[in-house]
């Protein structure tokens, strides 16, 4: 990336941040939700993240790729591809042991390959965590978290059940996915809320008091689709003032926007997740981006909420 050093007047971020108060991470993870199937399974809302990876040999070569680059945070799920998704992740970075962390969520099941059912059964929650452990070929999980919230369920009883993993040394850190500001506020009177994992990119801010709320109580806000399912990937971006703030940084779109969001909190993570190598460096690349005040501040401005628009 050759960054342009005509504008000198650079907002700064930092590079690093600390969950609870052990795990030290850059702030640019990976996401390996789409590491399945085929490769041209892979892409749109309709993906069926159903079956372990065709290609392992070049999703394993991949994920040791990212340690390369600088990348210590990776994030999975039991219910992607039905844990085959944590086996592959887990045995792509055993060489790193004790060098990166790996997230893991549990709280969804997968009937089909088209159907994603929240259950958050207490009894469920843990014993999905303990099929983690094994796929993950590890005593303890870095961060376990709630994949989502089941209204069936007390979500006292469902942090708890976390709790309790966490008691037992099974699991170091919790965290939410896809949560409100007073979900975060009832789970943090059971136990420490060290991650918040929500949908969030320049198309889709209705987390924005989320994002404020977690910056603010020192919380890993980890938005996933960071780039809009790659809306803001191309030279022709959906958002106009991305591509010409990137023109004007000698950056692309996707990086500047992920700068934008590395920008907008200092305990923002993205983890944007690709199958492409030269994708991966060029997200990596995002993390040394710096934008002007002016830039950040124009960014803001065409991307916020219109006035009135309800916070998720």
């Known amino acids: 990336m050759q ?6 007047t650079a907002t700064t971020h930092p590079l690093t941040h600390t969950i609870g108060d052990d795990l030290v991470v850059p702030r640019m993870g990976y996401g390996a939700m789409r590491l399945a199937g085929r490769p041209d399974q892979r892409r749109g809302f309709t993906a069926p993240i ?5 290609d392992r040999a070049e999703t394993i070569a991949l994920l040791r790729r990212a340690v390369e680059l600088g990348i210590r945070f990776f994030d999975t799920a039991d219910a992607y591809a039905l844990g085959e998704n944590e086996k592959v992740v887990a045995e792509a970075l055993r060489p790193f042991a004790g060098e990166v962390v790996i ?3 549990v709280g969804v099941v997968r009937p089909s390959p088209t159907e994603w059912v929240t259950h958050g059964h207490p009894a469920y929650l843990r014993q999905q965590a303990e099929l983690s452990l094994r796929r993950l070929g590890t005593d303890r999980i870095d961060l376990l978290q709630l994949h989502r919230v089941d209204p069936e369920y007390p979500l006292a009883d469902q ?14 850190h919790i965290g939410l996915s896809e949560v409100t500001v007073e979900q975060i506020r009832e789970a943090s009177g059971i136990v420490p809320i060290r991650t918040v994992q929500n949908v969030y990119n320049l198309g889709e801010r209705g987390h924005d008091p989320v994002v404020d ?6 919380i890993a806000f980890l938005p996933f689709w960071p780039l809009a399912m790659g809306d803001h990937a191309g030279p022709d971006s959906p958002v106009t003032v991305v591509a010409a703030v990137a023109r004007e940084l000698g950056a692309t ?3 500047t926007a992920l700068a934008w969001m590395l920008h907008r909190s200092p305990t923002v993570i993205p983890i944007p997740g690709t199958s492409s190598p030269e994708h991966l460096a060029e997200n990596r690349d995002a993390l040394d981006l710096r934008l002007t005040a002016e ?10 909420p219109a006035p009135g628009t309800p916070a998720a």
Do not use: C, S
């Open 295 to 304: 830039q950040y501040a124009r960014i803001d401005r065409a991307t916020a």
């Open 3 to 8: 960054q342009n050093t005509a504008h000198t």
């Open 50 to 54: 159903w079956t372990a990876p065709t």
């Open 213 to 218: 709320h977690t910056a603010g109580h020192g």
């Open 253 to 255: 779109p996707a990086q």
């Open 103 to 105: 997230a893991t969520k």
């Open 159 to 172: 942090v708890g059940a976390l709790k309790q993993l966490q008691d037992e040394g099974k699991v170091r």
